[in-house]
């Protein structure tokens, strides 16, 4: 990164560009308006996604709406009433994903195109072949909103023939003091700056944008999307509450400590009686540990079931479906409850209820700890067995008679399976809603 004195940057509308139909030579079209723009080595055509998906026919009718929009979807965002959030096949997060009623004939709808960096490269080459210009760069653009901010701008959504961020980490500002963060999103601020040109009613579907210092390797749209495991923001509160599923299989790693932590920092949020904090939580993520725990837990069951008369193929095949999902989770979590705050009745109904209103606030804690998991893209689930063995599972852990165990929370890195996707929110039965008059 050198200190000279910016040059200017220019924006060149293509104009007299007609109506695009499907089928269309794209790269002619524009060649034709191009060439009066005498396009120079280092420029960069920046043009509107809507034209690119007219060309390549991606277009349907607008009664096709809510079908195209959950065809496009791999991941649901955020929503509210109609409008809705997600994350597209291709990877953006954008609304509706992508499909998009403006600057098409009505009764129709155009979808963003299928693999829009191959179509930035096609574009690149056939551009580049057509003017006799070696570096040129090409952007294909649509409109987005931004979270925390108001109203829309250009992002770019197909990037060829330059790099689409600059990464400036290691080297100096104009003051001499190392940048430790900075990675410029340069195919965004060429998109974004496309805009004050074409915008939604000039007719101008395309830019040359002249004077853009963007040094480095041909890079791809792709290299603009943030990591999930970077993602601070990656779903709506309501959002992951319907998204959170039940995962009896993990990927490969470990779970932060810190992620524990935090979780069970949420967990201790949950409603609590009488101003008690009537819970605890062992954690367990040494193979020793958890060893212990899984083999005292599978001796108290397998006692049981021969009590039961159950046959000892059968108590194995149970034990080891069990082992098959606690025996390879990385953390193993023991959620407990102690009844010591509670009030103390003569009558058995009122005496109840404060157990009740106590093992209540326990279930509240650990559905908001496997909430705070999956919030930090932790697959977890909720397994009761440490209800059964009450004496075995304290004395594995070490763990006073006054408290009571609920269950355990085996969880680990979120698996890549399909499978274990987000699910979708779940239809409302009548009898679940109702409203009393």
């Known amino acids: 990164m050198t200190h ?3 040059a200017p940057v220019s924006l060149l509308p293509v104009e007299g560009v007609p109506e695009i139909r499907a089928g269309d030579d794209l790269a002619a ?11 120079q080595d280092g420029d960069v055509v920046v043009v509107t996604q809507k034209v690119v998906s007219k060309a390549e026919g991606r277009l349907v009718p607008e009664t096709e709406r809510a079908a195209q929009i959950a065809a496009e979807t791999t991941r649901v ?7 809705v959030i997600v994350e597209t096949t291709h990877g953006f997060v954008c609304a509706n ?10 009764g129709m709808l155009s979808l963003l195109p299928r693999d829009p960096d191959g179509s930035a490269e096609r574009l690149r080459a056939a551009l580049s072949d057509g003017l006799g210009v070696e570096r040129l760069g090409v952007v294909i653009t649509d409109t987005f ?10 992002v770019a959504i197909g990037v060829a023939g330059l790099p689409a961020v600059l990464d400036l980490r290691g080297s100096t500002d104009a003051s001499g003091r190392t940048l430790d963060t900075t990675v410029v999103a340069v195919a965004d601020e060429i998109a974004a700056a496309s805009g004050l040109v074409t915008g939604k009613a000039t007719g101008v579907p395309a830019v040359v944008a002249r004077g853009v210092r963007a040094d480095g390797g041909p890079g791809s749209a792709r290299d603009l999307m943030r990591a999930a495991s970077e993602d601070l923001f990656r779903e709506s509160p309501l959002q992951a509450l319907h998204a959170r599923r039940t995962i009896r299989a993990f990927g490969d790693g470990e779970v932060p400590t810190e992620v524990v932590a935090e979780a069970i920092a949420a967990a201790c949020t949950a409603p609590a009686p009488h101003h008690t904090r009537p819970w605890r939580f062992s954690v367990l993520t040494s193979g020793p540990a958890k060893r212990a725990l899984l083999a005292a837990m599978a001796d108290a069951w397998r006692t ?20 098959a999902v606690l025996g390879v989770a990385p953390v193993l979590i023991v959620p407990w409850v102690s009844f010591a705050g509670s009030h103390r009745y003569e009558d058995e109904e009122r005496a109840e209820a404060e157990r009740t209103m106590f093992l209540l606030s326990g279930g509240a804690a650990i559905q908001t700890l496997l909430l705070a998991l999956h919030a930090q893209g932790v697959a977890s689930c909720w397994i009761s067995s440490t209800l059964f063995c009450q004496e075995e599972t304290r004395a594995a852990l070490g763990v006073d008679d006054g408290w009571t165990a609920l269950g355990i929370v085996a969880c680990g890195p979120m698996p890549t ?6 699910r979708p929110r779940p239809p409302i039965d009548p009898w679940s809603f109702a409203t009393a008059r």
């Open 4 to 6: 000279e004195r910016p």
């Open 29 to 39: 079209i524009l060649l034709d308006r191009l060439r009066t723009l005498d396009v």
């Open 77 to 83: 965002v955020a929503r509210r009433g109609d409008l």
């Open 97 to 106: 994903g992508g499909v998009d009623a403006s600057n098409v004939d009505t």
């Open 145 to 154: 909103g931004r979270p925390w901010r108001v109203g829309l701008v250009n």
């Open 304 to 323: 049981d079931l021969r009590r039961d008369g159950t046959s000892e193929k059968v108590i194995s095949r149970r034990i080891a479906k069990s082992d």
């Open 417 to 422: 399976d399909p499978a274990h996707a987000p």
